[in-house]
């Protein structure tokens, strides 16, 4: 199912929802429904290229916060909160990430129970080498919007992700 077919279900079956579910909030409802479907259409949109290098989305993402850490390295619990992914994920990730040669594992030497990640050079090498081929497909998946509603879109995720934190840290609270 192509995107505009996914909008075009989201649109005809709302009102149904809303009528069969009266008391859920159909306007936060609708927004969780087109987050979902724009993240699935995003990942399938790069799924081919990220294939193509031998990669996944996430394990770029990865090999990339690596190469951007002063040190070359972090924790995989790190990691796992900076791409967003669960820990039982990011140790698969890490696991097909060491099997490759692309990064490493070590016991932290002031605690035996971490795990301290670093990226090799073949790790590195992966990522410029990546870098040209993601390049353009970025632009092109982004390309409908200008700048002012990238900013806009920019803004408004950044606001979004600090009212889950907010909201979810209140029903922590009163539970």
Known sequence: MKGSQRLRHVDSSTPRMERALPDLPMASTVMVRLLRISVFGMSDFFEPVFRAVGLTDNSFHVLCLLVAAESGSD???????????????MTRILDELVEDGFV????APRD????IV?????????????????????????SEL???EMAQLDLLLRKLTVSF???????RAAA
């Not at 035996?112 to 795990?115: D, F, K």
């Not at 670093?118 to 982004?142: C, E, N, S, Y």
């Not at 934190?165 to 029903?171: L, P, Q, R």
Request: no cysteine.
């Open 165 to 171: 934190d907010k909201s979810a840290h209140a029903m």
């Open 112 to 115: 035996g129970r971490r795990q």
């Open 104 to 107: 490493t594992r070590a016991t």
């Open 146 to 148: 200008d700048d002012k």
């Open 118 to 142: 670093t990226i090799t050079a073949a790790g590195r090498k992966k990522v410029r080498d990546t870098v040209p081929r993601v390049a353009g497909p970025l632009q092109i998946g982004f």
């Open 75 to 89: 924790s995989p619990s790190e990691l796992s909160e900076m791409v967003g992914t669960s820990r039982a994920n």
